[in-house]
């Protein structure tokens, strides 16, 4: 079996560089300890090695469709279904009198990297479940928890997050699924949404869909939308019946295409019946809870794809000779043999890039479920700010992992050659699959929009002034160690030159010129976000420094790669960021003619 991922690399990470071991004597955690959490680890690592990954291939092969009116998935599907609530990969970070194990968030985010990394297109299926429950637990009523949590726990029902319709994407503003009381307490649905995951299978019973509709009396915008239940089948005197919602369709795509992605029809024979979830008309405040996680989950699998796709490019690299080296007489002499590719400056400069972004992408993730788990296990102004630094990372570890981790694919397919190019190597599917990460989830351009238009200037830009004090901290401790004073430099100018960015954007805010503002908020995002991987590479490094093996050498190395290739793009984005005039504002000249 090919190399997916360095366990090597993610145990050290967990356990060296986040030290998760401090986090567990907290009273949440007492139960826990560091070699039990070892060996959950070591678990998932043997059932994605022996369920998962071998079946990547084929799940994209044979891809999720509807077949006279059901949505057919693997078969492999069942057996990831049956086996996840007990590694650990469903609700485990929920409370145990909510049928959780009480795992810290970060290692619920290491063991779905590993079946990630394994398989990207099977771990959607109880991901999202997993988020579904969150939500249940966090807002749902008890009658609906006693009703549906311990099922869904179990994966005999899957659960969805449904938002999107035909007119509403990006903009769910305009959600129209519309959903009326009736007399027992329950709400009457029409409507309809499209790319709903995992919405149906031949493997669940039930679906249990958390839905964005509108009751009346909400008012227009985001402020009407409430937050529905509504199952396949319902539950009624002790039996299950079907609760006419229909799925109509299974899209076809480019990639994850053994990951279904439905369209579901409400209400067509005018008997959909939804049960409200939190607060009406202010359920999509409760819908961020589980988007905020689930942006997280995405960037977690724009991570595990690239580095699936680093190891596969390296052991391409590995076998393939190609060429001479530069100092042998030069590129036309063939009284030398040919070397391995991997030995061309070029070459090495690729898979440099793919292992940068992809262990500095999950070293963004781990380190966004850390606050998320300190939050959680923290009170008053502590756990306060804890709660802002993951609002603010949040965005960008979606977007980093889906952008930067496409590139990084899109660079492991090119060290292959044609055979990048070619069905016969799984580069191409990683390709595929990895696209679709700086879409979902709110899209890139979405994401910068929260990233500069919200979350920068969020409480007065007091959890900017948490975050930046969290990354000098790491500075002050590396400017400690010779090797590292120069990167400590470099970070620390990227820091003023930030601030110099933010104080050219800040004031038009305040003319109102908020289009002008936010017109280049991807690439602010693209800048921001090669400074706060940059810190995390520089305290990956910090670490590293410490050690003396060859491996902790190689994160050294890499963390020097990172800041002369990557983090030195910022000046040049800066520069565009400062720029007076707007290019891509509409004006009346129409300039794409
Ligand atoms: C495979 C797949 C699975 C999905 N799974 C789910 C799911 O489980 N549940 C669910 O509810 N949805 C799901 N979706 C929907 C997904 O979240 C949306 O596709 C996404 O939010 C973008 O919406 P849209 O496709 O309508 O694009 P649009 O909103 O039409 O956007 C098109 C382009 O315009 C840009 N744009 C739009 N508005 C603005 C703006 N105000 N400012 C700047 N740029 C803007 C966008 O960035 C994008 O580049 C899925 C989609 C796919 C393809």
């Not at 057996?79 to 007990?86: F, P």
């Not at 396949?232 to 992605?261: A, C, H, I, W």
């Not at 970070?491 to 104080?503: C, F, H, P, S, T």
Request: hydrophobic share 40%; aromatic share 8%; proline share 4%.
């Amino acid at each position: 079996m090919s190399q997916y991922l360095s366990m090597e690399t993610l145990n050290w990470m967990l356990f060296e560089v986040f030290r998760l071991g401090d986090l567990l004597s907290a009273p949440r955690f007492q139960d826990h300890d560091e070699p039990s959490l070892r060996l959950i680890l070591d678990s998932v690592k043997k059932f994605a090695d022996s369920e998962l990954y071998p079946v990547f291939r084929a799940m994209d092969a044979d891809p999720a469709r509807m077949v006279d009116g059901q949505v057919i998935v693997h078969p492999a599907v069942k057996i990831m279904l049956e086996r996840a609530g007990e590694l650990g990969l469903v609700g485990s970070t929920l409370d145990y009198d909510d049928g959780g194990m009480q795992l810290p968030v970060t290692l619920y985010q290491a063991l779905n990297f590993i079946a990630d990394a394994a398989n990207n297109n099977m771990t959607g299926y109880t991901g999202l479940t997993s988020g579904a429950a969150g939500l249940l637990c966090s807002f749902g009523s008890q009658e609906l928890k006693d009703i549906y949590l311990a099922k869904m726990l179990s994966n005999e029902w899957g659960g969805t997050m449904a938002l999107t319709e035909p007119q509403a994407g990006s903009s769910l503003s305009d959600v129209v699924t519309d959903a009326i009381p009736r007399d027992d307490g329950s709400y009457s649905v029409h409507g309809q949404k499209i790319w709903i995951s995992g919405g149906d299978h031949q493997f669940a019973e039930n679906f249990i869909h958390f839905t964005l509709v509108r009751v009346p009396g909400g008012g227009p915008g985001t402020k009407g939308i409430s937050l529905m239940l509504i199952p396949k089948f319902r539950p009624e005197n002790g039996r299950l019946v079907p609760n006419d919602v229909s799925t109509v369709g299974d899209f076809q795509k480019m990639g994850q295409r053994g990951y279904t992605t439905t369209h579901l029809v409400f209400g067509e024979k005018d008997d959909c019946r939804g049960w409200l979830v939190g607060t009406l008309h202010r359920c999509l405040e409760h819908m961020f809870y589980m988007m905020n996680g689930a942006r997280i989950h995405v960037g977690r699998h724009g991570a595990a794809i690239a580095t699936a796709a680093y190891y596969a490019s390296r052991q391409f690299a590995l076998e393939r000779p190609q060429g001479r080296r530069l100092q042998a007489g030069g590129l036309k002499d063939t009284s030398e043999g040919q070397t391995l590719i991997i030995n061309h400056p070029d070459v090495r400069r690729m898979l440099l890039l793919q292992k940068a972004i992809a262990e500095g992408s999950l070293a963004l993730i781990l380190q966004a479920s850390l606050y998320a788990d300190r939050e959680k296990t923290s009170k008053g102004e502590e756990a306060a700010r804890y709660h802002d630094l993951l609002e603010l990372l949040t965005p960008m570890a979606k977007t980093y992992p889906a952008e930067a981790g496409r590139r990084a694919v899109d660079q492991g397919l090119q060290v292959l050659g044609g055979a990048g190019f070619c069905d016969e190597y799984v580069l191409q599917q990683y390709y595929r699959d990895v696209r679709i990460m700086a879409i979902y989830e709110g899209t890139t351009g979405i994401q910068s929009l929260d990233l500069l238009g919200r979350k920068v200037f969020m409480n007065k830009g007091a959890s900017l002034k948490f975050l930046l004090a969290e990354i000098e901290a790491t500075c002050a401790a590396a400017a400690e160690v010779d090797e590292l004073k120069p990167y400590v430099e470099q970070l620390r100018e990227q820091l003023a030159l930030n601030q110099k960015v933010l104080g050219h954007l800040m004031p038009m805010a305040a003319q109102g010129e908020f289009e002008k503002m936010l017109s280049d908020a991807t690439l602010y995002m693209e800048f921001f976000s090669n400074l706060v991987v940059a810190w995390q590479w520089l305290k990956l490094g910090l670490v590293a420094s410490g050690g003396g093996s060859d491996f902790h050498r190689a994160k050294v190395h890499t963390m020097k790669f990172f800041f002369q290739y990557e983090l030195s793009k910022n000046s040049s984005l800066a520069s565009t960021l400062m720029q007076p005039q707007r290019l891509t504002i509409v004006g009346p000249v129409e300039v794409l003619d």
